[in-house]
């Protein structure tokens, strides 16, 4: 079985700052890939960042990165300069390859202050 | 082009009744899956199609949820005698499988209160 924890339930962070969302896995599948999506208020889920667990490379999409540590079975995305509109809960989630569904985390409220 | 899209977007029924919820995946993806997202479990897997390939059911809840994909394209999910647990969002997604994630990009949800 796979699980994702996602630690913070709400974090409030300054505009402009950098902040990092936390995530850890389990899984006990040798290939599998992590995604982040973004639900802001309007209730739709937006697709921000992928990493392959044989990516050697920690993936990056314009502001998100993706501190990929795979020892610490981790997977903390990190938002550059952040935004008012980064505001929205974000959620952490784990797909074996092969296998199609989306296992999830409890996600967790970014709040972006002025 | 069109994201994936679900009707209605809000469902208010009585318990008991029978609803049906509707998903029309991004064109040319093969791949469509439904979500269910409440306040106590979270975002929850339900089923998955590709192709004219059998369904993975797995997550369906009960025997009282059932889903089909006509044509390859649009999908339905149907409640049978609905329960107020059965109060949640319903996300449908859609997936290509041709990117190095198979990333699943997800509709609008479709809100359903059983009263």
């Known amino acids: 079985a796979q699980k994702i924890t996602q630690t913070q339930p709400g974090m409030f962070v300054q505009e402009k700052e950098a902040v990092t969302l936390d995530c850890t896995y389990d899984?006990?599948?040798?290939?599998?890939?992590l995604f982040w999506y973004k639900q802001p208020s309007s209730g739709e889920m937006i697709f921000l960042i992928y990493q392959g667990s044989y990516d050697q490379q920690n993936a990056t999409e314009g502001r998100y990165s993706l501190n990929f540590q795979k020892a610490r079975k981790s997977a903390n995305l990190v938002i550059s300069a952040s935004q008012l509109g980064d505001s929205a809960m974000y959620f952490c989630a784990i797909k074996s390859t092969g296998a199609q569904k989306l296992v999830f985390g409890q996600g967790t409220r970014l709040t972006i202050n002025p | 082009g069109a994201g994936v899209s679900q009707s209605p977007s809000n469902k208010v029924t009585e318990k008991g009744k029978d609803v049906e919820l509707r998903c029309d995946p991004i064109?040319?993806?093969?791949?469509l899956y439904w979500y269910r997202q409440s306040l106590g479990q979270g975002l929850e897997f339900l089923i998955y199609f590709q192709g004219n390939s059998a369904p993975d059911k797995s997550g369906l809840p009960s025997d009282r949820f059932s889903a089909e994909r006509t044509g390859g394209s649009v999908s339905t999910l149907t409640i049978q005698r609905t329960q107020q647990e059965d109060s949640a969002v319903y996300l449908c997604?859609?997936?290509?499988?041709?990117?190095?994630?198979?990333?699943?990009?997800f509709g609008p949800g479709t809100r359903l209160t059983v009263t």
């Open positions: 899984t006990s599948d040798p290939s599998y890939g």
């Open positions: 064109s040319g993806h093969t791949a």
């Open positions: 997604a859609s997936s290509d499988r041709t990117g190095n994630g198979y990333e699943q990009y």
